[in-house]
Structure formats: C-alpha cells, structure tokens
C-alpha cells in the first residue's frame, strides 16, 4: 500500500482518462447508466402491480424501492466487473511499465466510483416524489458503503488473476454473482416471507451489507446492524487476504500475458 502512494498523481490521472474517454465516445453516455436500473424498475413494478409478485413491506412506494435498492446492487456488482477487469483491460500497460498491479485496482475503483455518483443523485428526487424521507442517518450512508465496495473489489482482484489463468471459471463465479441479486433483498424487503429461500436470505452476507446502507438512507433505522457488523469484519480480513493474493500473483499473470 506504501507504494501506491508514489502513483498517487499517476493513478488520477489514468483515472480521468478513462472516463473521458468513456463519455467521449456517445453522446448518451448518461442516459446509457440509467437505463438498465430504470428497465429494472419497470418489470419488477408491472410483476408487483399484476399481482404476480408481493415484495412484501419496503416502507417506501415500490418504483421508488426497487430503483435505489438496483442501484445498490449495480454499485457491487459494476465494481466486481470494474476491478476483475483491471488485468486484462490494462494489459499493455501493465506489460510495458513496471507499475505496481495495485494502481489498476485503484483505477477501475475510482472509474467506478465516479460512475455511480450519477445514478445516486438521480435516487434522491424519485425518493422524495414517492413520499419517501431521507433523514439525519443518510449522513452515515457514504460510511455504510464501504463494506459492500470492499467485497466487491475483493472478488474483483481474485477473478482478475483467474480471468488470466483460468477463464472458465472467471465466467462461473460471474454467473454466480449474478443469481445472488435474487436471493439478496433487492426487489423485495429483506423480512420477507419467501418460504425456504428466506434462509438463505438471512445467511447471504449481501443482505446486510446492502439492507443497512439502504435503511440509512431511507431513514428506517439501524435493523440489521449487528449482522453488518460482523460481516463488514469477514469483509475486512477477506479484504486483506485479496489484496495479497493479487499482489503475489502478478508475476504470473505478466507471464501469461507475454505468452498471449
């Protein structure tokens, strides 16, 4: 970590040129960020309407609910991507100049904070037009993301080596993640009655690393505190543990980009 701080200007500056470049290349780059959350919305909300799904009490209009909880969820699930990515989208880079792999998974953590800096904004307005409140306790909301950003960029370093080494797995464990966005409290309340599945809802660590940060924000208090608690410590040590693995494996990973 030391190290980094070196490439503290390098890292921002390889940051903003990619999402310049980003934006530079569509003129709806915006409107492209927002639309797979807002199409979310739309089937969930016409399934809930029709009577076909009962996503049980969200304390706030569904539309409302189910567009900040995708929102969420694409907030872990986009920095998985980002930062699993980060090997093979800076391959050149990384082959030509001897950078520690470290700035990569900063690079694609910032490209990806910066990103969903919009769709958050956009969360605010739709809460309040559906009646919804955001109290004192969204000031804790940056602070309650941190947790659900660190498992994402945890799993993100181990499958950035495995998208190197062993590809088809890389594709499972994306597979797998993405059927966890329906055993994890995000079109439905997390106290929902969803008979068998409502066990492997309150053992997913998702649930409270997603539930808590949302309940803040919402102002519905501090209901599953104690379980973010001890999973936000499980996501620190995994943390660690990622971090290492990335960082012992780069020798590798640069002889198998050589050989490709």
Known sequence: MKQLLAYEFFIYQLTKVSIL???????????WMLLSPVLTVVIWVILHN???????DTGL???????????????????YKSVSESVTFHSKLLLSHPIPYGTVVLERTGFH???FIIPLLVNIPVILLFGGEIGITAL?????????????????MIVAVLKVVAVDFSNAMDEVIKILKYLTPVVYA???DLGFLSQIVKWNPLTYLLSFPRD?????????LNGFILVSLVVFVIFILAWRFYSISAPL?????FSN
């Not at 209009?61 to 920095?79: D, G, H, I, R």
């Open 216 to 224: 803040l924000m919402l102002g519905q208090g501090f209901h599953h």
């Open 190 to 192: 997390a106290d929902s």
């Open 21 to 31: 470049a980003r934006f530079k290349k569509t003129r709806l780059g915006l409107f």
């Open 253 to 257: 990973l640069v002889e198998r980009l």
């Open 61 to 79: 209009a569904y539309p409302a609910y189910v567009l900040f909880s995708t929102t969420l969820w694409v907030f872990f699930f986009e920095v």
């Open 113 to 115: 904070l910066f990103n």
């Open 50 to 56: 029709a009577g076909i799904f009962n996503p049980g």
């Open 140 to 156: 804790l909301f940056p602070l309650a993301l941190i947790p659900l950003l660190m498992i994402g960029v945890s799993l993100g």
